[in-house]
């Protein structure tokens, strides 16, 4: 089946960068829809960023606007999230996961759980 496996992270200072990656396994990978999703202390899970199969359709949340970049290397089989401007909002534990239904768009992703998803990975904002 589909494995997702996450990557980076770790401890970050405020205002710095830091690039999670995620590499996909066990499916056609452009058949998929690729999310990054966050949870934060005190804060229910959050959708953070999603692409689309062909990467065209990327997504960002409000606070992440701006800051965050998504992308998706389709030979490669990975998703990647280059995070800057990290604040200590940012700190979570950050999932990827992905979902081969048609894509609706973000509110749809809110609302209806992806079939696939990684582990997660750490990331803390702290001097």
């Known amino acids: 089946q589909v494995q997702l496996i996450e990557s980076g992270g770790g401890l970050v200072q405020p205002g710095g960068s830091v690039k999670l990656s995620c590499a996909f396994s066990g499916g056609t990978f452009t058949s998929y829809t690729v999310a990054w999703f966050r949870r934060t202390p005190g804060k229910e899970r959050e959708l953070v960023s999603s692409i689309n199969w062909s990467g065209e359709i990327p997504y960002y949340t409000d606070s992440a606007n701006g800051r965050f970049t998504i992308s998706r290397n389709n030979a490669k089989k990975t998703v990647d999230l280059q995070m800057t401007g990290m604040t200590s909002d940012d700190t979570g534990v950050y999932h990827c996961?992905?979902?081969?239904?048609?894509?609706?768009?973000?509110?749809?992703?809110?609302?209806?759980?992806?079939?696939?998803w990684g582990k997660g990975i750490l990331v803390t904002v702290s001097e």
């Open positions: 996961a992905a979902d081969d239904r048609t894509y609706y768009g973000p509110s749809f992703w809110t609302k209806n759980e992806m079939d696939h």
